[in-house]
Structures are given as C-alpha cells and as structure tokens.
C-alpha cells in the first residue's frame, strides 16, 4: 500500500509527464495553426520552421551577407565623395553599378544579420524572421519540479517596514513544488522604419507546500511579473560576440498578498543582448522606481541587485544557463545571487530539467533571505 505522504508526490509525478506531452503535441499544433494564418510566405514558412523544431538557417551566412552589403555601401559612399568631377563620378558609379543598381536588396542582408541565431529565433530580429503581432512567443523557461528543496526555510519574512514582517511563524516544509509559466507576444512592429518591435510579456512562478498536509497543502508563495519592452535589432561586434539586440522596458513583479506578506517593486531595465554559436550573453541593468513611505520591501536592491547577467549554452539538446544578480556594492552590502539551470531531453517527447539557486531573493518573499535551493522536474519549454 502506498503510505498516505508519498501519494501527493507520485500524483505530481505522474501529471507532470502526461502534461508534457500533451502540452507539447498542444503547442505544435496551435503554433502550426496560427502560422497558417499569416499571409506573408516567408514569415509563414519561418513560423513552420519554429514550430517544428527545424534546424535554424546558417548564422555565419547572414553575418556573411550583411557585412558584404555593408562593405559595398561603404565603397559606394567613399567613391561618391573621393572626386567631384562628373566624368570620374560617373564612371564610379559605373563600377559599382551592382550595389546602386540594387540597394534594397543590400538594405535587406543588412537587415537580416544575425538571421538564425539565437537571440533572433527569441526576439524576432532579422527583418525576415518577423512573424507578426499579437502571437504567443516562448518567453522564459516553462518548467514543473515536483521536488524543490531548500537548506534554510524561511517561516518568518521580514522587512524594513514594520508593516511588512510576520510576528507569527509557519509551519514549512524544506521541500515544496515549484512551476513556471510564461509567454510574451508582440503588439507592434517595425514602430521605426524595419525596426523597433513593442513586446508584453508575462511571468508567473509558485512554491506549492504539496507535502505539508499538516497545513492543507498551502501556495507558499506565487509571484506574477507583467513587462513592456521596447527592443532593437543590432549588428556589431565585440571580443568574437556579435550584438544583436538593445531594449528598454518596464517591468513590475508582486506576489499579490496583504500585509505582512506583501512584496513588490517596479523597474525600468536596460537589454543588452549578444551571441556566438551556440552561445547567448544578456545583460541587464535596472534602476528601480522609487514607491515611498508605503513601501513593502525598501532595501530590495540591496538583495536582489541592481542588474543581472545570463549566459546560456545550448547543443545537442541539452541547454545551460547561468544567472547572476548582484547589489552593485562593496564589503557588507556586496549580496546577489547565482541560479544554474540545465534543461536535458529524456527521450523524444519528455524534457528534464535541473535548477541550482544560491543567495538572496529566489522569490519575493525571500528578497533578504539567504539559502541554497535545488529543484528537479520536467522542462516544457527553455530559453532557446
């Protein structure tokens, strides 16, 4: 007979693989049927190619492309302005007639650097990787771990504000559940000229004490992140990295809960996007809105930082992102945060997926709480 504790477990267990593979065969077949709505042929074939997991077009070739175009474009201004006499303009001109015969095809390879890579199957850069507006776009990772453990529960959160510190501990279990869920989709492209795309997006991450019986299986904690971000395409490189996107947006997060347990803030962040092959690098400053008196967690920034870094390697099926956050401060206030996630194919249909998290601030209600935390379950989605 199974003992009364371990059903909860096994239920999780034995749901999380059904959902992942229904969700899967769900979402290529959504993601085919909104393809066929596009009228574009080559944005509905890219949208094909997403949806099916089609192997990207080659990276280095587009790079290829763009720079050539932009090459020509150089030689052509340089030839313009090398000599004023007519007769010797024209004849400039005449040697280059491909590049002035043909500049919006040269504008196109431009626009299309970076075409295939990793940050441009995410964000849609490419001027011929555009799928259009108001359609559902991965965001980040989507994930269910029936097994979440920490080293140090935290059953009394605390705050600055007095108004915003439990005085009566919880009983918690050290082990939990933990899932993600999350999407984005674009509102508006193209704001300027061929570039320029207006994204929302929306994030929602839980702990469930699904082990805890003795205190009805409560949400320890969900915290919801709706975002804005404005992002553009970029073409220029740096140390074997080639930059491929800046964007701006706003971004709000909160659990939703009263008082004490409360916990929110606002912040403008900064999107600073490179790759290689194989390789993503995302950094992000941020600068927090200021809230006032009222504030649920004042010193916020202090734990959870003041900007993050995620490096992402992805091969072979197998994805590795490491995520660091710091407060941007010396000595005592130096506090942040590392999170390591591997995301692995099991067999054809079924993905898994391992998380490290060590430091400050692994949900809202533990902004300014310290502790290791490790979780094992089934990955539905990545970040590539």
């Known amino acids: 007979m199974i003992h009364a504790r371990l059903r909860p477990a096994l239920l999780a267990v034995a749901m999380t693989t059904s ?10 077949r959504a993601n085919a049927e909104a393809c066929a709505a596009i009228e574009s042929d080559v944005a509905r074939l890219a949208c094909y190619d997403h949806a099916f997991e089609r192997p990207a077009t080659d990276t280095q070739a587009a790079d290829a492309a763009a720079k050539q175009a932009s090459d020509l474009a150089k030689q052509g201004r340089k ?11 024209e004849r400039a001109r005449h040697r280059l007639g491909a590049i002035f015969g043909n500049d919006e095809a040269h504008a196109t390879a431009r626009a299309n650097a970076g075409k295939g890579s990793l940050l441009d199957s995410r964000w849609e850069l490419a001027k011929d990787s555009k799928l ?30 007095p108004d915003n510190t439990s005085t009566t501990p919880t009983d918690l279990t050290s082990v939990e559940t933990k899932f993600q869920i999350s999407f984005k989709t674009k509102i508006v492209e193209n704001i300027f000229g061929d570039n320029g795309d207006l994204w929302t997006a929306f994030t929602q991450s839980s702990r469930w004490q699904v ?22 395409r970029n073409n220029y490189s740096l140390g074997g990295w080639k930059g491929r996107m800046t964007g701006i947006g706003i971004n709000h997060q909160s659990n939703g809960r009263g008082d004490p347990l409360s916990r929110s803030w606002n912040r ?39 900007g993050d870094a995620m490096l992402v390697y992805n091969k072979g099926g197998h994805e590795f992102s490491l995520l660091g956050r710091h407060s941007l401060r010396g000595g005592d206030d130096a506090r942040g945060s590392l999170q390591v996630d591997w995301g692995f194919p099991i067999d054809r249909t079924l993905r898994g997926h391992l998380q490290v998290f060590h430091g400050y601030g692994e949900s809202l209600i533990d902004y300014n709480h310290k502790a290791t935390y490790v979780g094992l379950g089934i990955s539905l989605l990545e970040w590539f």
């Open 268 to 306: 403008v962040i900064l999107n600073i996007g490179l790759d290689r092959e194989n390789w993503a690098l995302v950094v992000r400053p941020w600068w927090r809105i200021p809230e006032g008196r009222g504030d649920d967690n004042p010193d916020i920034e202090d734990y959870v930082g003041r």
């Open 19 to 28: 959902f992942a593979s229904i969700a899967q065969e769900t979402q290529q």
């Open 211 to 232: 082990y805890n019986g003795e205190e009805s299986r409560p949400f320890r904690e969900t915290d919801y992140e709706p975002e804005a971000m404005l992002v553009f």
């Open 132 to 161: 259009g507006a108001f359609q559902m776009r991965a965001y980040k990772p989507v994930y269910l771990m029936p097994a979440f453990w920490t080293s140090n529960v935290n059953e009394m959160p605390s705050s600055p504000n």
């Open 79 to 89: 030839a313009d302005t090398m000599d004023e006499d007519a007769a010797v303009h």
